[in-house]
DNA sequence: CGACCTGTTGACACCTTTCAACTCTTGTGG
DNA sequence: CCACAAGAGTTGAAAGGTGTCAACAGGTCG
């Protein structure tokens, strides 16, 4: 099957693949420390493996969902990285988020039972399928799974509200070191290197993230390697002095 | 049983108000339609009515819950108004929210199982305490109550996220603009005027809120005045021109 | 009635955006 | 394999929007 890159492709196109013997379930997943089966016992984690039939592999600049599609269901990225973006009726928008390993897409549609945001992949990128049917059924019987399902919707709206205070309170310069430090700390919770990795995101969509335009984001990271925060070459970056670059927003005042 | 205004209050020392024969269950609340019974059948409705054992009452500027106290219960606002603000470890501090009655507060706890916010009052206000046991049991054999409380998390987030776009892409006027639509609307959903109203909160919050700073909203307030938006006198706003107002942030590009 | 908090308004500084030119990288087709 | 085009990133100069600082007015509450 064959589908082209340009294209909007609508949740039935993409190509599913079949879990099989072979591939991780929840119960063996790398991922199951930061990811839905975290803090599970050995016997719940088992029950776990019934819950995902099925994953999807999203190529680089492909499309999961859009805004407004029924909600069937909520991802957990295998491997790869996604953005999300939301789109207003005037025509305004902006990305809500990265999603890495483990971290799960999606959650903002609960509302309305719709997608509030469009989620595209930044590389190529496989998630797994939590349909909400299968969620909500197990969950009833699992309570340490419902328990921890709410605990990722609650991380969701502190994880905005960080960025709320991100947007509102800080300037260009802060908010683009703790996005360096927050990636950093997320790639190394994930097992990559903290201080040196290589951003899936262009400038444009740092600064459409971050509020702020592309042209800003690339003289700050040239600021931070003139002061020898980083050392930075397209989109690789190697964090040299991290405690200097929290400071640079953990000193307000 | 007296509680000086200026000091912080613990859970234990708010005034906790009965529940009697007399005051209203959710089964017959006004807020119905807008809080957790939202679109729930009579009969689901009457079992609702375990749910809320306990009011308390928070004075003007007094404190409902503070940033990491653990997380019992959230709470519907009945009547009155909240906010909720974050503080980060560098001393940086935003307002997240502002809540009417029928609105649900503290569901940004569920993350951690602590509060991430505090959360004071603007004005006497009075909530319903819904203990998270309570919850979880009671929803355990109330499927409706269960997705309706996904529901309002869900809603949380999207609001949260219409906000990171305000913050991110709007300028102070289109924010101030659509802060007030929103409140207008919020207001109208409550019985109240859509075009006149109150605003319980000071020009700061207001700022704090919208990245702005108060100076910021006030000029804003007196230009929206001058072009004939609206009329304004301290906290008491008319929207004279709403569609003029709305053209002040829908109209992008 | 007076103190204090809240809100208004002005002048100026500064940060970020805007517009533009240019370079570098990447991918494509001859 | 090279040439070329398109996209991504960098850098400069100037404009504009908010913030800062300050003085003052108005409202509220003891």
Redesign the interface.
Known sequence: MIVSRDQSCRFQLLPSVPITEMSPRCSTCTMGQLCLPMGMSQQDLARMDTLVQERIRVQKGETLYRMGDPLAAVYAVRFGTLKTH?T???????I?GFYLPGEIVG???????QH??DAAALEDTEVCVVRLNDL?SLS?DL?SL?HQF?????????R??????M????RAEERLAAFLINLSERLSARGYSASEFVMRMSREEIG????LKLETVSRLFSRFAEAGLIQIRQRHVKLVDIAGIKEL?????
């Open positions: 939301v207003t009726e005037d025509g305004r928008s902006q809500t959650l903002d549609g609960l509302g309305e039972m509030a945001s909500q009833a309570p419902q709410l605990r990722l919707m609650g991380k969701e709206i502190t905005d509200q960080l960025m709320l205070v947007l509102g309170a800080m459409s993230y971050l509020g927003y953990s000193r307000s005042c």
